[in-house]
């Protein structure tokens, strides 16, 4: 369970382990409580992100690393440490990490956003790259608006979350997607054994709408 507070993502599974993102030996501490349990790491999933919108000119440096700090060094950590257990094993092993709809498109007034989604793509193909020959698949997925905590709507009343719901159709015209559905994606990408160092894409059409401009 990703859990966004104020100031940190942090990581609880179902036996209780916490682990900020953001901090390298939290990170790995996770993957060896994973394998304390369950005697190996077969698939890892770098989902937590947070978004700090607002235009670049009212950025701070600490949004900045704070953004950076979740978004692609907790994805870093994450990856890293689970490969090299992954390698260690000698089993090959599948690492996905959740990138956006801002990985491909610059999205105004979330310059920060967009800086770490374009990196973890980047990272992404690199060790999908640099792993092949230890079996090791490394993707993304890249959806648009998901409704999560995330979204912000959550505490709104259904009346008014119905009409944002509605309205998101204007740019993303499937509306936003469900956890649920995110998650059959990744299933996917962990079960398609020809996927790697691929971004999938599934924004509602989000992408292809943008492209059509004023049409």
Known sequence: LAIDSEENIVVTDIFG????????????????????????VDIMVANAGIDIAKPHDS???????KVIDINLLGAYYSDLFAIEQ?????????????????????????????????????MTKALANEYRKENIR????????????????GHLPEEVKQQI??????????GFASAEEIAHAILFVIESEQM??????IDGGMGELAKMGDQ
């Open 17 to 40: 382990s916490i682990s900020e993102l953001s901090v390298e030996e939290q990170v790995k501490e996770l993957v060896e409580y994973t394998v304390e349990v369950f005697g190996k």
């Open 59 to 65: 950025s701070t440096i600490e949004d900045g690393k």
């Open 86 to 122: 992954m390698v260690k094993q000698e089993t090959g092993g599948v690492v996905i990490n959740t990138s956006s709809v801002a990985s491909y498109r610059g999205l105004i007034g979330h310059v920060l956003y967009s800086t770490s989604k374009h990196g973890l793509v980047g």
């Open 138 to 153: 490394v993707n993304a997925v890249a959806p648009a608006g998901v409704e999560t905590p995330l979204t912000g709507i």
């Open 165 to 174: 719901r509605e309205g998101v159709k204007e740019f993303q015209p499937r």
């Open 196 to 201: 790697t160092a691929s971004n999938m894409i």
